[in-house]
């Protein structure tokens, strides 16, 4: 006995989605609040691309306090030169260069 096989036509039916060949993470480096979306669902980006606007208000109010610190520290030096003892000017210009190194990176930051 010979099996016998039917031929007959299969169609799928439903909704047919495509679905991208991979899939990759987004992180952000920095927390904060979503001001602005650059980009929509399902919008095709490369590397690099921006997505989001982050706000920038604590990051611009940290360079200003940063900026605040700096003008204190070079005061304070400068009234230091005028007439101190060089232990106390070499202090000072260490928190010199510690506040514009701080001052640099939260720029940097923004």
């Excluded at 299969?10 to 987004?26: F, K, S, Y």
């Excluded at 070499?90 to 930051?109: G, H, M, N």
Aim: aromatic share 6%; hydrophobic share 45%.
């Amino acid at each position: 006995m010979v099996p016998a096989f039917l031929l007959y036509r299969n169609e799928a039916g439903g909704q047919v989605g495509i679905l991208p060949a991979a899939r990759g993470t987004v992180v952000a480096r920095t927390d904060g609040e979503i001001v602005k979306i650059y980009v929509d669902h399902w919008d095709r980006v490369t590397q690099g691309t921006s997505l989001v606007r982050l706000s920038e208000c604590v990051e611009l109010s940290n360079v200003s306090i940063s900026q605040a610190l700096l003008a204190g520290t070079r005061a304070t030096l400068a009234k230091l030169e005028a007439g101190a003892q060089s232990e106390e000017i070499d202090v000072s210009r260490a928190k010199l260069f510690r506040s514009e190194a701080t001052a640099v990176y939260k720029k940097a930051d923004v």
